[in-house]
C-alpha cells in the first residue's frame, strides 16, 4: 500500500522533473541529498510559471525526505525563489548602493509608470512582474536590472523602453 506521502512525492511531478531533480541528488554524498533542496526548488519554479506554492514545496521536502519547514526557510531567504505568482517577464531591479547612486531610482519610477505597477505587482494582462532586487552583482554597469536570465546594465529609460519593447 502507497502512503500519502509517497503518492504525494510524485504526484505533482512529471518524469521529468524528477529526473532534473534527481541529477541535483546525484552531485551529493547519498546521506545529504537534502543539499539538492536550492536546485530541486529552481527545477520545480521553472516548470511552474516561475513560482512555488506551499504544495509544491511540500512535495520537494517529501521527495527529499526533509521537513517542509526546512525547504519554507529556504524559499523564503534567496530571492530568487518566488513565493506567489509572477508575470511572464519578471524585471528585477537592483537599488543597492552602486545602482542607487547612478539613479536607479529613476529606472525603477520609469517602469512603475510605464507598466503601472509596483514592486511585488504583476501586470494586469500578466506579462510583466517587478521585483526590487539587493544586488545582482554587476556594480560596472549600474544601473541594471535582469529579466529571465538576461542582464541589462547602463540602463537609461529609453534603453528600458527598448528591452521591454522587444520582448515577447
Known sequence: ??????????????AEIRAEID???AKYPT?????AVMGALMVVQDNNDGWLSTQLMD????????PSIAVYEVATFYSMYELKPVGK?????????SCMTNKSDVIVEHIEKKLGIG???VTEDGRFSLKEVECLGACGGAPMMQ????YYENLTPEIVDAILEGLE
Open 1 to 14: 500500500m502507497t502512503t500519502t506521502i509517497e503518492k504525494d512525492k510524485t504526484e505533482l511531478f512529471t
Open 23 to 25: 541529477r541535483w541528488i
Open 31 to 35: 546521506e545529504w541529498k537534502q543539499s
Open 59 to 66: 512535495q520537494v521536502a517529501a521527495y527529499l525526505d526533509m
Open 89 to 97: 517577464h519578471k524585471i528585477c531591479v537592483c537599488t543597492n548602493v
Open 119 to 121: 514592486f511585488g505587482q
Open 147 to 150: 529579466i529571465g536570465k538576461q
